[in-house]
């Protein structure tokens, strides 16, 4: 990992451990509004490709539950765009499962 750091921004308000490189930087949160268990989060979570590498990620599910528990005024306002794709998710899954 040459080149790689890791440490927590805005130390000691934050609760985000980070990674960054000089090609990318990815924030980990310790812990999320309105989830129970990392476990549970990682079971209904999907995994997906960057840069042809395998990452598991919140379910959408779980990022708009959070989202709604927090009621940061900055998270209410993407809940209309995340809503919709959610939607868009679900109608596309029925129609693959026919």
Do not use: C, W
Request: net charge positive; glycine share 8%; no cysteine.
């Amino acid at each position: 990992m040459d080149g790689t750091s890791v440490g927590m921004p805005y130390y000691p308000v934050s609760n985000m451990i980070r990674v960054a490189s000089r090609s990318v930087q990815v924030d980990f949160p310790r812990s999320i509004h309105g989830i129970r268990s990392f476990e549970g989060l990682r079971n209904r979570g999907e995994v997906v490709a960057i840069h042809g590498y395998p990452l598991r990620v919140a379910s959408l599910k779980d990022i708009i539950k959070s989202k709604q528990a927090a009621g940061r005024a900055k998270d209410m306002a993407v809940m209309p765009v995340l809503e919709a794709t959610l939607d868009e998710q679900q109608k596309n899954r029925a129609e693959k499962s026919r």
